[in-house]
């Protein structure tokens, strides 16, 4: 899976690179003042796709609000986009600690106690 991704992207990459050699080699060709206006008439439609695909992102990012929206059954219901976990099964002592992703260590020191003979070492 990994090796196919590399492929589209090494793919992507060279045709971005061709696109953008290829507009180079055009507006040199052109000269200076009919190169002025077509980067001017080419800046426009790239500016419309940059609106098009920011008006897409808004338009995703506000379906994924309206399909996560809080339901009256949970306790957190009136806080939009609150998580509720709950754990079951096993004994826990201490703090819970759930995450997505952590990076270094997740170990908690022990708690020290009066009648610890580590402690005086």
């Known amino acids: 899976m990994a090796?196919?991704?590399?492929g589209w992207f090494g793919l992507v990459w060279t045709g971005v690179v061709l696109v953008v050699v290829g507009l180079g080699v055009f507006l040199a060709l052109l000269g200076l003042?009919?190169?002025?206006?077509?980067?001017?008439v080419l800046s426009l439609?790239?500016?419309l796709v940059g609106v098009v695909v920011a008006a897409a992102?808004?338009?995703?990012?506000?379906?994924?609000?309206?399909g996560s929206a809080p339901r009256a059954d949970r306790p957190d219901a009136d806080r939009p986009g609150s998580?509720?976990?709950q754990i079951s099964g096993g004994h826990f002592h201490g703090t819970v600690i759930q995450a997505?992703?952590?990076s270094g260590s997740a170990h908690q020191?022990?708690?020290?106690?009066d009648d610890d003979p580590e402690r005086d070492r």
């Open 45 to 47: 439609f790239v500016s």
């Open 57 to 66: 992102a808004y338009r995703a990012d506000r379906r994924d609000e309206r």
């Open 83 to 85: 998580v509720h976990n």
């Open 109 to 113: 020191p022990r708690p020290h106690r």
């Open 33 to 40: 003042e009919r190169a002025n206006q077509t980067a001017g």
């Open 100 to 102: 997505g992703r952590i």
């Open 3 to 6: 090796r196919r991704s590399r």
